[in-house]
């Protein structure tokens, strides 16, 4: 595989190297590939723990344990307004 390295991409990498702490090239971009595996992985994670909480939210209002929009905003403007009188 051929790779085409943008200016500004191959200047990093060159700074990279010259703080002494990797040796060639290869070593920056394993970690760069490294921290996007971790970043996808996170996403991820993410994105199924935003289902299970809205799962769980949908299952709550279904049972009537929910607040209407207006008494939340309601609540967050009161706290608010109690934050700013401190």
Same mark, same amino acid.
């Given at each position: 595989m051929h790779i085409?390295? #943008?200016? *500004?991409? *191959?200047?990093f990498i060159q700074a990279?190297?010259?703080t002494g702490k990797y040796k060639n090239p290869e070593e920056v971009a394993d970690i760069a590939f490294?921290?996007?595996e971790k970043l996808n992985a996170e996403y991820a994670q993410w994105i199924e723990e935003t289902r299970? #909480?809205?799962d769980v939210?949908?299952?709550e209002l279904e049972r009537g344990e929910g607040?209407?929009?207006?008494?939340?905003v309601s609540e967050i403007?009161?706290?608010?307004q #109690?934050?700013?009188d401190k």
């Amino acid at each position: 595989m051929h790779i085409k390295i #943008k200016p *500004e991409h *191959e200047q990093f990498i060159q700074a990279q190297m010259a703080t002494g702490k990797y040796k060639n090239p290869e070593e920056v971009a394993d970690i760069a590939f490294r921290l996007l595996e971790k970043l996808n992985a996170e996403y991820a994670q993410w994105i199924e723990e935003t289902r299970q #909480k809205v799962d769980v939210a949908i299952a709550e209002l279904e049972r009537g344990e929910g607040l209407d929009g207006e008494t939340v905003v309601s609540e967050i403007l009161e706290r608010f307004q #109690k934050a700013r009188d401190k």
